[in-house]
């Protein structure tokens, strides 16, 4: 089992910035891979960013050039650094751990960002 606690969301206006961190605990030595998903009401789960334990780095188009996903292995700890934040990027925030089969998922963090 693996239990993700996400942290850093919040209220920001267009062109601001945000940092979002995920801590990683448990079975953390089963995690290939983790990531930022997004979900804004009425759409369905997008990824936004993900890291694997390599440190490969791939990115959603609409976040490329503005967030960065980076991991502090020392902390099982990933974080998300949004900077350039649109409106559109309002949403709620999943961080996701890929373990072999499984998926596990982050409660979420509420990102709202005003025009």
């Known amino acids: 089992q693996v239990q993700l606690v996400e942290s850093g969301g919040g209220l920001v206006q267009a062109g601001g910035s945000l940092r979002l961190s995920c801590a990683a605990s448990?079975?953390?030595?089963?995690?290939?891979?983790m990531g930022w998903y997004r979900q804004a009401p009425g759409k369905q789960r997008d990824l936004v960013a993900v890291?694997?334990?390599?440190?490969?780095?791939d990115y959603a188009d609409s976040v490329k050039g503005r967030f960065t996903i980076t991991r502090d292995a020392a902390k099982n700890t990933v974080h998300l650094q949004m900077s350039g934040l649109k409106p559109e990027d309002t949403a709620v925030y999943l961080c996701n751990a890929a373990a072999g089969y499984t998926a596990y998922w982050g409660q979420g963090t509420q990102v709202t960002v005003s025009s």
């Open positions: 890291i694997t334990r390599s440190g490969y780095t």
């Open positions: 448990g079975s953390i030595f089963s995690i290939n891979a």
